[in-house]
């Protein structure tokens, strides 16, 4: 266990840190509020295809053609110009 006020990691069966002599709590064994926020940011991430599906048409439209034209840009970058 990690004691909460001087960082010393101890081992679990200890009741006070090693270091310091506070005493230490136990790890909830339960999600905490920490925990939790951690997993939310995480499901955040996994919405970015649902945010795409949620766009209208238009701006799939647009999206699509900007993608293109910058995909036409790097080839023709790359390609070599003959005259």
């Known amino acids: ?3 909460d006020n001087c960082g010393h990691i101890n081992p679990n069966i200890n009741k006070r840190c090693d ?8 790890a909830p064994r339960y999600p905490t ?14 919405g970015l295809f649902d945010d795409i599906k949620n ?3 238009e ?3 647009i999206g699509v053609c900007c ?3 910058l995909l036409i840009f790097a080839v023709s970058s790359v390609l070599p110009y003959n005259n």
Do not use: A, D, W
């Not at 270091?19 to 136990?26: A, I």
């Not at 509020?33 to 996994?46: A, G």
């Open 67 to 69: 993608f293109i034209l």
């Open 59 to 61: 701006k799939k439209i």
């Open 55 to 57: 766009l209208s048409t």
């Open 19 to 26: 270091k310091c002599g506070k005493e230490l709590e136990p």
């Open 33 to 46: 509020e920490r925990n939790k926020s951690t997993n939310r940011s995480y499901e955040k991430n996994e």
């Open 1 to 3: 266990m990690i004691c």
